[in-house]
């Protein structure tokens, strides 16, 4: 067989595809076990998200950020006095970090702890849904 015919040869093998006697069956359970495991994720991020909301929505009725002084044990005060600190010392930073790019009329201290904590949610709901168009793209 010379190299002109043996190319076509190979073509004409490769083009049809051989019958197995065992292909529907094949078919139906690569289906079923598709619908099973979006099934179960389905599931999961459901019950995930629902326990998310009912924790996100108890913890919005309970906010009460006080970092002031109060009476009590004296490892919370010194706790709370540092967290205090800390929060000053980066609120300090971000402020000479933005005077050097040119935004030194913003004021990161203005803002209430609920402003901060939505501002936050809707970052981590952009990123979740970022996530999901992720995922539903490679699915």
Known sequence: MS???FDPFVERLFARTPTLPDA??????VEQRLQKGSRVRFLALS???LIGGAVAVRET????IDLGARDGVVAG?????GIQSASLN???MTQSALDQVGLANMELGSMGGMQLF?????ALIA???AGVMKLSQEV
């Open 127 to 129: 990123v979740a849904a």
């Open 61 to 64: 009725m309970q906010v009460d």
């Open 24 to 29: 529907p069956l094949f078919t139906a359970r």
């Open 118 to 122: 939505w501002i936050a949610a809707g």
């Open 77 to 81: 005060d010194a706790l709370g006095q």
């Open 90 to 92: 980066v609120q300090n």
């Open 3 to 5: 190299a002109d015919e």
């Open 47 to 49: 019950l995930a998200g």
